[in-house]
């Protein structure tokens, strides 16, 4: 799982707060736009794991886990 560490955001803020006061260059541009992208798919890989951990039980602690979900976490236990 990629993980989003302080410095990918300390950047990713650099970048956004200079497009505001002082406009970003081509090349800047290019960089924000791949910093945001690794920004989104490390928070939805970390997110999708999060969510591979959770069990919905009802009022009667009856596992009413999705599905999907079980699948899911079947596939990732047997890679």
Do not use: C, W
């Not at 928070?43 to 979900?69: C, E, R, Y």
């Amino acid at each position: 799982m990629a993980e989003i560490s302080k410095e990918l955001i300390n950047e990713i803020n650099r970048l956004a707060h200079k497009s505001k006061t002082e406009g970003l260059t081509d090349e800047e541009k290019i960089k924000q736009q791949k910093l945001r992208k690794e920004y989104i798919t490390a928070f939805k890989s970390g997110f999708k794991a999060q969510l591979q951990t959770i069990k919905v039980v009802d009022a009667n602690g009856n596992d009413i886990t999705p599905k999907k979900l079980k699948d899911e976490k079947k596939k990732k236990m047997t890679h």
